[in-house]
């Protein structure tokens, strides 16, 4: 029977593969003499992946903030919150934290969440953040700080704290000239929304005298806090003197005052230097006034104005006119320096002046050397 004998034929190799196949793996499972048994690898912990979703403003006076956190990938041991650089909050199950913007201490907040694994931390993206403020924005100083700034100085008004944008209306400020006329401007939010600046829509022509001032009173921080409500009128209001200086530094030496009062530019155009008469508010004779001179490098003050003897009365509203070919100071006879003739022009306390040939009222038109 031939079919049988072709099965037999088959059938001892492959009893042989098999008895061989579960040798083999009898020979594998066991461990060479002095070697120790393998040890099962271990399936790697779970990724945990954490995302957070907050609820409410990110500047808040009033009503709740939330922020929820959820976990995914596994159970994580604990969730905790880490806040402004403290001690880990341990947030329960369902891992939200309610901030109540009326009754929770001010200032601003950041909030990281965090899964703890068996072996390793998982962290959010990113820090959620929110400002609790109910305090009401103020002034805290107005610019610039000198009397007499450059033309590109613009007058401001510097805040304590970010003003909210959409709070600012058409026209907020007023800007008028020395004669009271209107300046047209442009009322200009800066450095993160704490300058409020009022930016002249046409280019400035020195001299001239602006005031500035506040006029809304219902501007607003980013929190919706309106503004102090009880402002002077002086930190309201702001002035500046514009002379024909591009670059302005504070003054030192002779000339730390604390108000120019009068300007003139002496020399020949195109070389002309400024002449300046002040006030000298560190000098034992601060109702004296001075005039000092600009010679390209520093301030030369002049001689002083009037003898001792002759400052029975103080001088006021001094005004100083430059021209000509020589420098002379009035009152000094054969005092001749290259440069232009310097005049002094002022006005005594009711009566005719005894120095310069002032006389009272003051002239607003300066005489002219001869």
């Known amino acids: ?43 790697p912990p779970p990724e945990l992946r954490v995302t957070v979703r907050t609820e ?26 880490l806040t402004n650089e403290q001690a880990p909050m341990t947030l329960e199950a369902p891992y939200r934290h309610v901030i109540d913007c009326a009754t929770h201490a001010e200032g601003r907040f950041s909030f990281l969440a965090r899964a703890v694994g068996e072996e390793q931390n998982f962290e959010a993206e990113e820090a959620s953040v929110v400002a609790v403020d109910r305090t009401a924005p103020t002034i805290v100083s107005r610019r610039p700080l000198l ?13 304590s704290e970010p003003l909210l944008p959409g709070s600012i209306q058409a026209s907020p400020t007023q800007l008028r000239d020395q004669d009271g006329f209107s300046v047209a401007h442009q009322a200009v939010l800066r450095e993160d929304g704490t300058v409020l600046e009022l930016v002249p829509s046409s280019p400035l022509r020195p001299p001239v005298t602006l005031h ?15 503004l102090e409500p009880n402002l002077t009128v002086y930190t309201r209001t702001h002035s500046a ?35 300046v008469g002040f006030a000298n508010l ?17 301030w030369q003050q002049l001689p002083p104005l009037r003898a001792a003897t002759e400052r029975t009365r103080p001088a006021q509203n001094l005004q100083v006119a430059a021209h000509g070919e020589s420098t002379s100071r009035p009152g000094s006879s054969g005092m001749k320096k290259p440069g232009s003739t310097i005049s ?13 040939g002032c006389p009272t009222p003051l002239n607003p038109t300066p005489p002219r050397s001869r």
């Open 1 to 43: 029977m031939p079919p049988r004998s072709t099965r037999v034929r088959w059938a001892i190799p492959l009893l042989y593969l098999a008895l061989g196949t579960a040798a083999c793996d009898t020979l594998k499972s066991e461990p060479k003499p002095g070697q120790p048994p393998p040890i099962d690898e271990e399936e």
């Open 147 to 159: 009397s007499h700034p450059s033309v590109s100085a613009p007058l401001a008004f510097v805040f």
């Open 282 to 298: 560190y000098s034992p004779e601060s109702d004296e006034p001075s005039v000092a001179r600009w010679d390209g490098h520093t």
């Open 344 to 356: 002094m022009w002022c006005a005594t306390s009711g009566r005719t002046g005894n120095a310069w």
């Open 212 to 226: 500035a001032e506040l006029l809304q009173r219902t501007l607003t921080d980013r929190a919706g806090n309106l």
């Open 56 to 81: 409410g403003p990110e500047f808040c006076r009033e009503g709740q903030w939330t922020l929820s956190v959820t976990v995914e990938g596994g159970t994580p041991e604990r969730v905790e919150l």
């Open 241 to 275: 003197t514009y002379w024909p200086f591009s670059r302005v530094t504070e003054h030192e030496g002779p000339l730390n005052t604390y108000y120019p009062v009068s300007l003139a530019l002496g020399g020949v155009f195109p070389r002309t230097m400024p002449v």
